[in-house]
Each structure stands twice: as structure tokens, then as C-alpha cells.
């Protein structure tokens, strides 16, 4: 009976026997609206009943899943920057008493210098 309720690939109330199974029932959990917050609870939930050796094996996974490419720094640094910068105008429309740093900096030239008091 349990393979056909495997069958289903919604279904998650079985017990993980190899590190295989656990990595199938963490990312069914996942398809089904898994919240970001509740992933260490899921992995526990996985993990658990496997023996040490599968548990490895999982573990291993956990840290460097296979298949997974991550983005460029760069292009997640340009991204943020965008955002920020469209932030930073929304924030000044919206609040025009507001200026930012950089506006004093350009009113008064590059950096304010100082200058020295004459000697009397």
C-alpha cells in the first residue's frame, strides 16, 4: 500500500529509508509550499530513521546539492545596485525635504575642506 501512496508525488507522510528517499520527501515538501522557515524542521523530518551511513549521504547533499549552479556575484551586485538606487528616488520624491548625502557633497564640491583659523 505504501507504493502506491508513493505514487502520488504530493503525498509526504512516509518515513525515509535511504538518502534518496529523503531528498525525494524534502523536495515534495517543497513543491508543495514548503515556507523558507520551516526548512530545518523539513530536513529533521527527512532525516530521520535513516542510518548513519545514509545520513551521510544526506548531509552531504544538504550542504552541496547536485545540480544547483548559483548566480554570478556580479549580476546580483548590479541587480541590488538598481534597486537601490530606484529606492533612493522613490524616497526622495516622496520626501523632498530629504536630500541625500551625495547632494550636500555636490553643493558644497567634492569634501568640504577645512581651513585654518589665522594666527593672531
Same mark, same amino acid.
Given at each position: 500500500?505504501?507504493?502506491?501512496?508513493?505514487?502520488?508525488?504530493?503525498?509526504? @507522510?512516509?518515513?525515509?529509508?535511504?538518502?534518496?528517499?529523503?531528498? !525525494?520527501?524534502?523536495?515534495?515538501?517543497?513543491?508543495? @509550499?514548503?515556507?523558507?522557515?520551516?526548512?530545518?524542521?523539513?530536513?529533521?523530518?527527512?532525516?530521520? @530513521?535513516?542510518?548513519?551511513?545514509?545520513?551521510?549521504?544526506?548531509?552531504?547533499?544538504?550542504?552541496?546539492?547536485?545540480?544547483?549552479h548559483g548566480i554570478d556575484v556580479s549580476v546580483i551586485g548590479a541587480e541590488n545596485l538598481l534597486?537601490?538606487? !530606484?529606492?533612493?528616488?522613490?524616497?526622495?520624491?516622496?520626501?523632498?525635504?530629504?536630500?541625500?548625502?551625495?547632494?550636500?557633497?555636490?553643493?558644497?564640491?567634492? =569634501?568640504?575642506? =577645512?581651513?585654518?583659523?589665522? !594666527?593672531?
Amino acid at each position: 500500500m505504501e507504493a502506491v501512496r508513493r505514487a502520488d508525488p504530493n503525498y509526504v @507522510g512516509y518515513r525515509s529509508k535511504s538518502a534518496v528517499d529523503a531528498v !525525494e520527501r524534502f523536495r515534495r515538501m517543497q513543491r508543495n @509550499g514548503l515556507p523558507p522557515t520551516m526548512i530545518p524542521e523539513a530536513l529533521i523530518k527527512c532525516a530521520k @530513521g535513516l542510518n548513519e551511513r545514509e545520513l551521510d549521504l544526506f548531509t552531504t547533499w544538504i550542504i552541496c546539492p547536485n545540480d544547483v549552479h548559483g548566480i554570478d556575484v556580479s549580476v546580483i551586485g548590479a541587480e541590488n545596485l538598481l534597486t537601490h538606487q !530606484e529606492m533612493v528616488r522613490e524616497h526622495e520624491l516622496k520626501n523632498p525635504s530629504v536630500r541625500s548625502q551625495d547632494d550636500e557633497k555636490n553643493e558644497c564640491g567634492a =569634501l568640504a575642506t =577645512l581651513v585654518e583659523a589665522p !594666527e593672531e
